[in-house]
């Protein structure tokens, strides 16, 4: 199984993470960098990236009230559907039951979330497409604030230059 989503080095601003604790009531995989969302205090919806942890009690698992890295800033390259294309600057929306971008035409569920804008243009044939995670219009937006895929705890964010 491919990555949902892989850090691009050097790429742009500081990566920005914060601490997340599974409160989902079961274990969260978090072997294909697991793309999911967050509520911030407001009720909106914050795109994240879970990575990879050696700090977890099963590698590779995120058990119910353990706590992992997730990334929520910085530029990421996605699988993306190929039944869409993008421009440079389009807002990019993850699809939750394909575990993949596509456009809000497409995501209109309410497990399905904006990721941020794209920043390279991305042809239908392609398979990935690169996104600044939380920017731009739409980040955050879409589907309701009582209903999430996932919910969370978090703690303070800090800068982070790791990748994976």
């Not at 601490?19 to 009531?25: A, H, R, W």
């Not at 035409?105 to 398979?127: H, K, Q, R, S, W």
Request: hydrophobic share 35%.
């Amino acid at each position: 199984m491919s990555l949902e989503a892989r850090l691009i080095d050097g790429s742009g601003p500081t990566e920005e993470q914060l601490t997340y604790t599974n409160n989902t009531g079961s274990s969260m995989s978090i072997t294909d960098h697991e793309v999911f969302a967050i509520k911030d205090g407001a009720g909106s919806r914050i795109a994240c990236v879970l990575w990879a942890s050696t700090q977890v009690a099963t590698i590779g698992t995120l058990a119910d009230g353990e706590t992992g890295q997730a990334l929520i800033a910085g530029r990421l390259k996605f699988e993306k559907s190929t039944s869409v294309s993008f421009s440079q600057g389009q807002t990019a929306y993850w699809d939750y039951s394909a575990n993949k971008v596509s456009t809000k035409a497409v995501c209109n569920t309410m497990n399905d979330f904006a990721l941020g804008y794209v920043i390279e243009d991305a042809a239908t044939a392609a398979t990935k497409v690169i996104v600044d995670l939380n920017k731009g219009p739409g980040a955050g937006s879409l589907g309701s604030s009582s209903s999430s895929s996932t919910s969370s705890s978090s703690s303070s964010s800090s800068s982070s230059s790791t990748s994976s």
